[in-house]
Nanobody, 125 residues
Framework: VQLQASGGGLVQAGGSLRLSCAAS????????LGWFRQTPGKEREFVAA????????SYVDSVKGRFTVSRDNAKNTVYLQMNSLKPEDTAVYYC???????????????????WGQGTQVTVSS
């Protein structure tokens, strides 16, 4: 399984970005997906997750109401729409995937077997 994240960049506070993560897998719908972020010297932090069925999503409290995770199984792609960005959202964002039950959303980095390479998001004040 290979994951390719894209869409990061530099944006002003209050702006928006949409991250994409394309997966090279035969059956994308077999995988639950997550987004994590990491800043230098800190642990990788859970941001959002979506189940295989897309019926269940989960977010860290700090992004609720601002970020939306979604998936397009026909395109083998998971998205993270980020609105009302804040300087504290600055980080390298990683997508992750793993097989699991239909409505499972993993909040722990240990829930994921496969990781993308990361994309930098920088929010200026």
């Amino acid at each position: 399984v290979q994951l390719q994240a894209s869409g990061g960049g530099l944006v002003q506070a209050g702006g928006s970005l949409r991250l994409s993560c394309a997966a090279s897998v035969r059956t994308f719908s077999n995988y639950h997906l997550g987004w994590f972020r990491q800043t230098p010297g800190k642990e990788r932090e859970f941001v959002a997750a979506i189940s295989r069925s897309a019926a269940s999503t989960s977010y860290v409290d700090s992004v609720k109401g601002r970020f939306t995770v979604s998936r397009d199984n026909a395109k083998n792609t998971v998205y993270l729409q980020m609105n009302s960005l804040k300087p504290e959202d600055t980080a390298v964002y990683y997508c992750a995937a793993s097989t699991g039950s239909l409505d499972y959303t993993g909040r722990s980095k240990y829930s994921y077997a496969y990781w993308g390479q990361g994309t930098q998001v920088t929010v200026s004040s």
